[in-house]
């Protein structure tokens, strides 16, 4: 979740997903990347979005199967911003912090 302060994630949601060896066949998304230029974006290169409308907008066609299994990506998520270092983003680098993600999802994937 984005405090007030925070610019939006979205920006980064194109370079991570460039950045990809290969698109994946759906991306799971809250309804903060609910737009449609981030969903065309995705269908141009092969993915489904499974992003639901927000609340003002018309319905699309969004799989709730895949949608009603986010909560594992976000608890994962919450898990591992119980390591200080994860949370606050402290390592400089990009290489250094995701040194720490691997880390720590192997420590909760083994249960340390």
């Not at 309804?31 to 409308?53: C, D, I, M, Q, T």
């Not at 699309?60 to 591992?80: D, F, G, M, T």
């Not at 994860?86 to 994937?109: C, G, H, N, P, W």
């Amino acid at each position: 979740m984005l405090s007030p302060g925070q610019a939006h994630e979205l920006p980064s949601a194109y370079t991570l997903l460039d950045d990809l060896p290969h698109p994946p066949i759906y991306v799971v998304c809250d309804r903060g990347y609910a737009s449609h230029k981030f969903r065309e974006y995705l269908w141009n290169r092969g993915s489904r979005p499974v992003v639901p409308s927000r609340k003002k907008d018309p319905e699309v066609a969004c799989p709730k199967w895949a949608y009603r299994h986010r909560h594992l990506v976000e608890n994962l998520s919450a898990r591992l911003k119980e390591w200080r270092t994860v949370a606050t983003r402290y390592e400089k680098t990009a290489a250094s912090f995701f040194s720490v993600i691997l880390i720590a999802a192997t420590a909760d994937y083994i249960n340390v």
